[in-house]
């Protein structure tokens, strides 16, 4: 993979993460998919865009202004794709934690269930 190719990849595993972070991946779905629709709207995105986020991020800056910018229909369709990847990938670790989180109550439930216990209390 070209080097641009990778600083690409980090840029929308960066967008992804910060969508899944606040929330917002129903409206970002929605909002992702009518702007890749229009070219326009990314290549006027980029000329504003890509001088502010490369002053204060630098090169990461630029990527992301590329991604989002000079190729919108394909950088939006990278941010769904890996977007649909990794909200499955963070729904199955929550699955996963719940199912772990239920050992307390089980241990609990055994514990009141022995007679020894029911002594004590008694």
Request: hydrophobic share 40%; aromatic share 8%.
């Amino acid at each position: 993979m070209a080097d641009d190719e990778k600083r690409k990849a980090a840029a929308v595993d960066r967008i992804v993460d910060t969508i899944l972070d606040l929330g917002i991946d129903d409206y970002a779905q929605v909002l992702l998919d009518m702007y890749g629709r229009y070219e326009v709207l990314g290549q006027m995105s980029y000329m504003t865009l890509a001088p502010v986020l490369a002053a204060f991020f630098g090169k990461e800056g630029l990527d992301l202004s590329q991604v989002l910018g000079l190729t919108p229909r394909e950088g939006s369709q990278m941010i769904l794709d890996k977007l649909k990847v990794v909200k499955a990938e963070r729904q199955k670790e929550k699955t996963y934690d719940k199912q772990e989180s239920m050992w307390p109550r089980v241990k609990e439930w055994f514990l009141e269930k022995l007679p020894h216990r029911k002594n004590r209390e008694q």
